[in-house]
């Protein structure tokens, strides 16, 4: 590697007196991050909405992604409140509701098809146009270039037209909220027949906005691939690359591979929506009424087929980035190597292959075989065990570590066992005999939302405080950080725990009514009903997430005071020893004042006999590196 | 600031970045078409005895077709070859042979299609079958070019019936109980039929389009800096050769069996 030195061309030696003249660079003053504003004004629409700037892009993923999770919040509030209390307007802002909604919220009530409806978009917003473009997309963009010593993306201009994709996908949803007959309401599987029957334009609608979305990752993946491949820094060997950089790669090989079938399915759907096919559609479709004029002869089950090929290599799509930002978070903060880094990278493969052949898993009801089912069965047991792999070296890096709290570490250390718990109770659903009763049930609700909200969302806050100082020269305040992990982790708990004892008890999903025409207090004398403290749980659970909502606003102000009044820091304030944090604060355009070499593994923290308890990845001097990458041996 | 690698290979990886992203991005595209191969699988595989249509499209055009895309991507080969040696003037012949080859194709496939638009099943109220071209209609009646059979699955196995006896037939409009073309919506065949090759034909427009970019005004190029030139006539040429591959499967899985 060392032999490409002269062949890397992007960097130049410092020349302050052409800076000037440069009129598509400022490599040459890239300390001087105050001035280089002044030099090239590219306008407000070239620097902020079609910049090619990785960092701008990610931070523009950021910042929408965010938005939309706050609206999937929103419409989640909306679902308890109905839940709670069904057939009860909707307080403050119920007539709100119906002025922008009309019939279907009338008197601010959430009839069943707008709950539908929000349960859909709750679904939909979180997966594709928050957390994934959160995880993936957004910290993707802005990190991975500078971790691995790249100037940019290697294609800066399909990194754009990603984004822009991703932003009309997303408007696209948005807008069919006020469509005549509402957003699309079969559910964020969008399962054929229904999502064919339900008289609303909301699902060609949601059709369109993924087949944008899709087109968006797809590009945003062959950028990822092709920038790690391409653009490492000399001496950025693969076994020298920070796990958060395998995590993404990993992660972009899926979004590559699985996103296309979906979009294949999404065109099928569309087809019967729009142009009358029966692809989906079984021959003798009646719905409320006499046989319908589909030719069918179509199959239900190819829809679950070809959208869990995508779906569940989703899950590790929304999961691996967040491993990856907890890695980097524990190896920084416990001031020592990350635990088993060459078992953590060979699990993540591991992992990535693993989750194309366990989709079945979600389909057990289905009828589609036992031996079909056995496989799936077998292949989701297997697939559980790299991913405890890489918990277990999380947990093992913490043992023996002179462990330093903050905001960013709180929630990494908050993400593992709420991970953990999300996994183990994956295992009775992932089993077909058990998953026959859990199936369709709150507890398959609280599985999934133990991984991905207290589980990813919580590393994705992680990751928001550790890099934060790296995007604007300032650290978010310590105490609020710390009121709003330890508001959310209760809260999280208290809205999601309750669920795995109402899902026991069998109360069913996607009711609009939260389960009360199947309560004892309905139908009296009749055996396995749901019992009244089961159903009292929803007022709880109503309260933990409005407590849960509320404590997201110290975050938010947070954020955006810190941008202007947080505490000043350096270039490296937490001491890390990855490239991301070996540039000038803001990166400018091209991230380096001078080109990287990197000449030692990822997480050199309290090397013996170094000068600090840290030794950046490009620093010669110091102690020989015991071992030329970090696990070589 | 300028990206590395965008015209030299990469020392250690020996590649471009260019080539890195259309191979992943054909990668990608295989996923994509094996989705719908894999639900022609599934439809076909479902479909009740006798009622998968053996012999709709006609092989001949089929295989005018197939050739004429086996031509375009020799021409594309020889169009990226004229540019490694430096010759404008051949790059120039080749790519324009694509392009008419492409154009060729493009329009075999419409005429094909637009012959299953205007072929129509029309059930009678006799409980017999009328299905042919349309030839005209009006107000009263419908006047077709084909035949009126007995059983549905006559209509179904084309190729047991070698030689069929097409007439005109005069349809009374009271006679009509329902009458369909064969669009997407005529069953699963039709649907996946029009679905895999329109979303190839699409492939096929978009990459006649990029080629007629690189060919006309993107020529350009070839005077500042033909190395990279030529990295993009490679690299479209990839994404026509894939195109042409898909259709190597849709011949046969389409046409022949």
Known sequence: ?633 | MEIPYTVKNRPDTGIYNAKVGIWLFLASEVMLFGGLFSAYVMLRVGAPEGLWPHGWLDVRFGTVNTILLALSAITTLLAWAACKVRDFGKFKFFHACTIVLALAFLGIKSYEYHDKWIHYEIQLKDGTIADGHLEEQDDKEVVIHGRIVTDKKDLYDLRAQPDLKLTELHIDRSKIVKMQNYGPWHNTFTAIYFTLTGLHALHILGGTLVIFYLWGPGSKMWKTDPERFTNRIEVSGLFWHFVDLVWIFLFPVLYLT
Not at chain 1, 248 to 256: G, I, P
Not at chain 1, 317 to 331: D, K, R, S, T
Not at chain 1, 424 to 433: C, D
């Open chain 1, 1 to 633: 590697m060392e032999s490409n030195v002269e062949q890397f061309p992007p960097y130049r030696p410092e020349e302050p007196a052409h800076a000037a003249h440069d009129d598509h660079g400022d490599h040459g003053h890239g300390h001087d991050s105050h001035g280089h504003e002044e030099h090239h004004q590219p306008g407000f629409w070239q620097s902020f909405i079609f910049s090619t700037d990785h960092k701008v892009i990610g931070i523009q993923y950021g910042l929408t992604a965010l938005s939309f999770m706050l609206f999937g919040l929103f419409l989640m509030l909306l679902m308890r409140w109905q839940i709670a209390h069904p057939g009860v307007p909707v307080p403050v802002i119920g007539p709100l509701l119906e002025k922008i909604l009309g019939q279907p919220a009338a008197h601010g009530i959430i009839s069943p098809e707008l709950y539908n409806a929000f349960g859909a978009m709750h679904g939909t917003i979180m997966v594709f146009l928050g957390v994934v473009p959160l995880a993936f997309a957004a910290f993707g963009n802005y990190v991975v270039p500078l971790m691995i010593g790249a100037p940019d993306m290697t294609f800066p201009r399909i990194n754009m037209a990603s984004f822009h994709a991703f932003l009309l996908g997303g408007l696209v949803m948005f807008t069919s909220f006020f469509i005549p007959g509402g957003a699309a309401q079969a559910g964020w599987t969008s399962y054929s027949p229904l999502a064919s029957t339900i008289p609303t334009d909301g699902q060609a609608f949601w059709l369109v906005g993924m087949v944008l979305l899709i087109t968006s990752s797809l590009l945003g993946a062959v950028n990822f691939i092709a920038t790690i491949i391409q653009l490492r820094a000399p001496g950025m060997t693969w076994m020298r690359m920070p796990f958060f950089v395998w995590a993404q790669f990993v992660t972009a090989f899926l979004l590559l591979l699985a996103f296309p079938p979906l979009e294949a399915a999404g065109l099928m759907q569309l087809m019967d929506n729009v142009a009358h096919t029966s692809f989906f559609l079984p021959t003798g479709l009646a719905v409320s009424g006499p046989v319908g004029q589909a030719s069918g002869g179509g199959s239900p089950l190819l829809w679950q087929h070809l959208f869990w090929f995508l779906g569940h290599p989703e899950v590790y799509v929304l999961i691996l980035p967040a491993m990856g930002i907890v890695g980097e978070i524990i190896a920084n903060n416990t001031r020592k190597p990350i635990w088993g880094y060459k078992s953590l990278v060979y699990s993540v493969f591991v992992v990535g292959f693993l989750s194309f052949i366990v989709w079945a898993h979600h389909m057990y009801m289905t009828g589609m075989g036992q031996k079909i089912a056995t496989f799936f069965q077998a292949t989701t047991m297997i697939i559980s065990i790299p991913s405890v792999v890489i918990l277990t070296c999380m947990f093992l890096s913490l043992w023996g570590g002179a462990i330093r709290i903050n905001t960013p570490m709180l929630f990494a250390l908050g993400f593992l066992p709420m991970f953990g718990i999300g996994g183990l109770t994956g295992l009775p659903l992932g089993l077909a005999a058990s998953d026959l009763y859990l199936h369709d049930t709150y507890y398959v609700i609280a599985h999934f939302h133990y991984v991905v909200a207290p589980g990813t969302i919580f590393a994705l806050f992680a990751g928001v405080y550790f890099w934060f100082p790296k995007m604007t020269g300032r650290k978010m305040n310590e105490f609020w950080g710390s009121v709003h992990f330890w508001c959310s982790f209760v809260f999280m708990n208290l809205v999601f725990m309750p669920m795995f004892a109402q899902g026991i008890k069998g109360m069913l999903r996607r009711m609009s009514d939260g389960g009360v025409n199947y309560s004892a207090a309905r139908v009296p004398g009749v055996t396995d009903t749901l019992p009244g403290n089961i159903m009292e749980l929803n007022s709880w659970i109503l309260y933990a997430a409005i407590c849960l909502g509320l404590a997201q606003i110290p975050f938010i102000i947070n954020l955006f005071w810190s941008i202007k009044h947080g505490e000043k820091v350096g270039d490296n304030p937490w001491e890390a020893t990855t490239l991301d944090w070996q540039t000038p604060t803001p990166p400018p355009h091209g991230n380096f004042a001078t080109e990287p070499h990197v000449v030692r593994g990822p997480y050199d923290y309290s090397l013996p006999g170094a000068p600090r308890d840290f030794t950046p990845q490009t620093e010669r001097s110091g102690p020989a590196n015991p071992q030329p990458a970090p696990g070589a041996h």
